[in-house]
């Protein structure tokens, strides 16, 4: 039977009988990083861990080690401040950040502010973690935000200029019916047929999985021994 993420919520340990698939969904974002399951158990909640002094000082010990040693991170909901300080760092130029959405819903969901509150606390008490990873390297974006001062947002309107004159001129957006158990209609991004021999405009449209796999490709073979 079909599941609801809300339900997903109410009921996880009923719907993940599995403890190491359990253990996986919770706190991805900080395993990922290097958090060692060893000093702090996944698969508990903010409470559990709220009332273990000795966790929340080796979680805080992990926080403020993350956030002295990796740069930068990308906040979703301020995507495209974040590619503008990426830029920055790594010396590209803004229209080396073009890029075209992928997986857009054709219309956004319609979730009312009570079920935003829930998910949201819901998600606070599973992955306390993440919750805590989150909150502290958003701060630090929003630091390095204030440090580059109104020239930011000059170079983000600038910056979306570009994706909107790009999108307009390679694509035209086939809306794909995902309708079958509640999914929503989802936009394709198709290449227009005058411009498919248009390197920019196939690659940008390419979805990042298919990069990802060269790249693993590329490290791969880097790494092989002669």
Known sequence: M????????????LLINDPMILKRTWNFMSYDIGLDDFD?????????????PELMKEIDR????TEENIDFFIISEKFDESLILLKDRLGWRIEDLIYFPLNKAAEPPKINEEDKIMLRDKTEEFSYIDYLLYERMKLKLDRMIE?????????????????SEFS???LENVEVDLSIH????????????EHI?????????????????EVMEYMVNLCKLD
């Open 168 to 170: 307009e001129y390679c």
């Open 2 to 13: 079909d599941k609801t993420i809300e339900d997903f919520f109410n009921y996880p340990h």
């Open 197 to 213: 021999d248009n390197r920019c405009c196939v690659e940008t449209a390419i979805s990042s999985k298919i990069y990802l796999e």
């Open 182 to 193: 509640g999914a929503v209609k989802m936009l394709d991004n198709k290449v227009k047929n």
């Open 147 to 163: 440090e580059k001062g109104p020239q930011l947002e000059v170079e983000v309107s600038k910056l979306r200029s570009l994706n």
């Open 40 to 52: 702090i158990p996944n698969g508990v909640n903010k409470s559990y861990l709220k009332s273990r």
């Open 62 to 65: 992990f926080l403020n080690w």
